[in-house]
């Protein structure tokens, strides 16, 4: 059987068929000689920018894509005429009333002579739209996370005061009253006594833990009394219940304000829970500092060392709640692990008007 006639690939084409390939590409191609004069387009340029025909004059490539008489100030393909370096850059362009993105490339002649430049050119106004959408829903979706939080912030607090201020009265009047029975009752009626005696011990039990749940539920200390202090009772309940040893540094000079402060305290929380879920530290170290007008917090520990995966997993859910609480002041978080040398958490919030910090 005959075999067919294979083409090869590396095989010179011929004008016309460089002209179609050429044609075919819908980015816009100019090429231009050192004075920026067009001398050649394909069809997508000659359609989008309305290029003068063949032979006609003043056909200067900052008058099609610019709309100007002149090279614009700082133009990067100048640059690349007087260089010889590649440059590729975006602009709004009003003249086309379109994002677009230029690609500029030098052109050597076969002495290595640079005799021009080549401007390929692709509309990109749609990505720029998508992109500019996904900020917006981004931004939206911010928000409502914040609003979400404050709303549950306040319902902490209402639930936090509620506990303490009703059902902890009514079990201190409970308790004196049992106490009162208590005294009143015949000492020869040891049973009744032994019973009392044990109904005060276990008042007192629910009321160690009511007190435990409101404060776990909001710190009192933190709308009383402020931020260090609530850190502070959080660093001590932190050591009790774990046993690992927690220093804190504060050097701050002003008072924060509640919503900031909360913010500071939650980060701060969810920090340390971090440390007893994965990092089998011994040890903590917090600092909360003030400087140019901005409040640093860092937390770091003596544990195994957080690797890239865990700081960029999509369903690490505590770490993407530190990054929203911080990034709602336009403030930074930076993570960072070294292995078995522990885990570095660093928060930066500025402390500027909230107006102008919020997004």
Known sequence: MKRPKQIDALSPLNKQDWTGIFNTITDMITIHDKDFNIIHAND????????????????????????TLCPPTGCPSCECVKTGIPSSFELF???LNRNIEIRAIPRFDNENNLIGVIHIVR???????????IRKTSEELRKLTSHLQSV????RKHIAREIHDELAQLLTALNMDIFWLHGKLPKEQKTIHEKTASMLKLIDKILQTVSKISSELRPGLLDDLGLQEAMEWQTDEFQKRTGIKCNVAFSTHNIIDQERATTVFRIFQETLTNVVRHAK???????????????????KDNGRGITETEITNPDAFGLIGIRERAYYW??????????????????????????EQKI
């Open 93 to 95: 362009e009003p003249h």
């Open 152 to 155: 549950r912030e306040e319902e």
């Open 44 to 67: 997508a340029a000659k359609n989008n920018l309305y290029l003068p025909l063949p032979g006609e004059k003043d056909a200067k490539c900052f008058k099609y894509y610019h709309g």
């Open 281 to 299: 530290a011994t040890r903590v170290a917090v600092a909360l500092k003030e400087k140019d007008h901005e409040l640093t917090l860092e937390v």
């Open 123 to 133: 509309d990109i106004s749609k990505r720029i739209r998508d992109e500019e959408e």
């Open 330 to 355: 336009k403030g930074k978080v930076k993570i960072s692990g070294k292995p078995d040398k522990g885990t570095t958490v660093t928060v930066r919030i500025p402390l500027n008007n909230k107006e």
